[in-house]
């Protein structure tokens, strides 16, 4: 089960870019929990994305990357009305984004996250539920259901 709290939750993301993007929700994280460091979880996000994007497609990214401190899964959700270049596979710019901070030893759990926000996130049904929502309260329990 994962859980999104509302301390980690951006109605509305300030960025332009990637880079920014990843640094307003490492602060979020680090807001919410103060004894992890934020630049310690943009550069492990920035490490994933050089392999690849995790813009997947249809205005939704994925950023997601494991780190030594955590002993149980992070979520943080970020919403841009007016999007976000993210260099995503069919070149959209994103306007969702789920971040997902796991563990180091937690691989299997991992792939079932990720596959789980992934078939969240297909659903256009879903995803304008998620544009539409008018608070973090909203955005939590759609995430919560789902």
Known sequence: MIELS???IVLELESTHKE???????????????????????????????????????GVAIPHGKLHELDQCLVCF???TKGVGFES???KLVHLVV?????????QEYLQILAKISNMMK?????????????????QQLFNMS
Do not use: H, W
Not at 36 to 54: C, D, F, M, W, Y
Not at 123 to 139: D, G, P, V, W, Y
């Open 6 to 8: 509302e301390g980690c």
């Open 20 to 58: 920014g993007l990843l640094e307003e929700l490492a602060g979020t994280v680090q807001k919410k929990y103060p004894e992890l460091n934020a630049q310690i979880i943009q550069q492990v996000l920035l490490e994933r994305e050089q392999l690849g994007s995790t813009g997947v497609g249809n």
């Open 78 to 80: 970020g919403r841009s």
């Open 89 to 91: 596979k069919d070149n």
């Open 99 to 107: 971040m997902i901070l796991l563990p180091m030893n937690m691989a």
């Open 123 to 139: 659903s256009e049904n879903n995803r304008n539920k998620f544009l539409q929502a008018s608070s973090k309260k909203t955005i």
